[in-house]
């Protein structure tokens, strides 16, 4: 249990033995203030209003039959009726001292492990990768990381685009690259074979007339269309794989679970709702029509899973897709990282499921979405011609932008060392720039910024964690040789020791909500303090061993909390820079 929990089920088991009712929430939070201790509990006042009771009085009743035994060494009563905690300087560091010993931080482990498929990335085959996809490959990376460092079984589900009726043009123009010999080299560039297949197919009415040939065939399950579409795809993952894994991302080829692998579900769950009563056919189209969901003129909205000409659409993908994650993989958890405009369309597959008993309501189905990269001129993010920036374009120059800022900060780096240095940096940067910001809005795309050695940045924390490790190589003590206890008895570190001990909530919530945001915020917070602790307080200089070795053990806390996070993250971190 982390510290929030602990004080709050403390607090409201003392609120329930005052006379409050069973359900009374402590509501537990960290201060605000330094004056107003390191928690405040918020929760008094609604309780005492529902007994007919003075606010304070209540309080005082509560502190009187609250036992915090050595967790806490003052509780007050502030203003209208709020209870201030001062934790024990003894306990803080007792708590430091297990987050130092345990390999997992002393972290709050589930007691149920759970299933959580993490759908996300999600590029489209035959196009590369580009911006839009740089939100949900970097976030869901996060939640998978730090979902796994807990300890659930997570699955990553890349539900990449890999059907739909394009790729009748996409067969016949690779069929005419290889008739020309041409193959390799046009795939090598795949946005340009999108855009020549399309041209074909738009300007050539023979061509064209054969991609709508092989649409059927390949839906058929022709095996010369189906050997081209594998191509496609293939030479598609391939390429992703390398920019996941330049990006420091943890997907492979086997977490791919693209549309197409629904496709043999899908007329059975057209048949099926139908015969359910919840899909009717409207103007030729199967249609699910749903009360919740209101149009222009106020009617059901409808929802098409089947067009006239018997094709499938996106919605009904999703419908076999939340089905088969229940069934198949088993998912007690399923979290979709797609941007904000999804928002509606899953919100209706999943009522669609529900109501169709696919999945049961103790499935968690959780849209984290997200809002645009924004240029600086405020609109969506594109290239100084308009185009849409592509993933490996920005990568190299990030790569560029983080060599030339390196080199200048530290002339005497060279070869590996370096480049291992740049591309720290580079990535960590561009992931960390999303990942610091709340994901819900929209946020500009800053190279400046995201580069600074100043500030919420990837640099900043970067180089914030050397200065720890530093510390370590001129006192020719390692971390683990430590011995003796820690002592806070300097405000500052106590300060600092405080806030390491939060690592364990602010990882609660971030895995429950997946808001990687609190996590970034979190970590700039312990590197500020270890900075003004470092300022004040000599370590290697100071008056006694004791409280040498006492400061060391917080120097080691605070580099094994920066380490971990950045980790879960997904960003790296280098001993030197
Ligand atoms: N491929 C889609 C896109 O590029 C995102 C898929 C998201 N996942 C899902 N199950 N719908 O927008």
Redesign the pocket.
Known sequence: MNIQQLLSQKISQAMVAAGADAQCDALVKPSAKVQFGDYQANGIMAAAKKLGLPPRQLAEKVISLLDLNDIAEKVEIAGPGFINIFLNKTWIAEQNELALKDEKLNLTLPTQKQTIVI??S???VAKEMHV??LR?TIIGDASVRILSFLGHNVIR?N???DWGTQFGMLIAYLEKMQNENATDMALADLESFYRAAKKHYDEDEQFAEKARNYVVKLQGGDSYCRDMWRKLVDITMTQNIATYKRLNVTLSLEDTMG?SIYNSMLPSIVADLKQKGLAVESNGAIVVFLDEFKNKEGEPMGVIIQKRDGGYL?AT??IA?AKYRYEKLHADRIL????SR?HQ??EQ?WLIVHKAGYVPESLKLEHHMFGMILGKDGKPFKTRSGDTVKLNDLLDEATQRATTLIKSKNPDLAGDELAQVVDAVAIGSVKYADLSKNRTTDYVFDWDNMLSFEGNTAPYLQYAYTRVLSIFRKSAITAEQLTGKIHLDHEKERALATRLAQFDEIITTVASEGTPHLLCAYLYDIATLFSSFYENCPILAAESETIKISRLKLAALTAKTLKTGLDMLGIKTVEKM
């Open positions: 759908d996300y999600a590029p489209n839009g996809h949900s589900a539900h990449v685009g549309e996106y993908t999703d897709c979709y990282y797609t941007d999804q369309h899953l597959v």
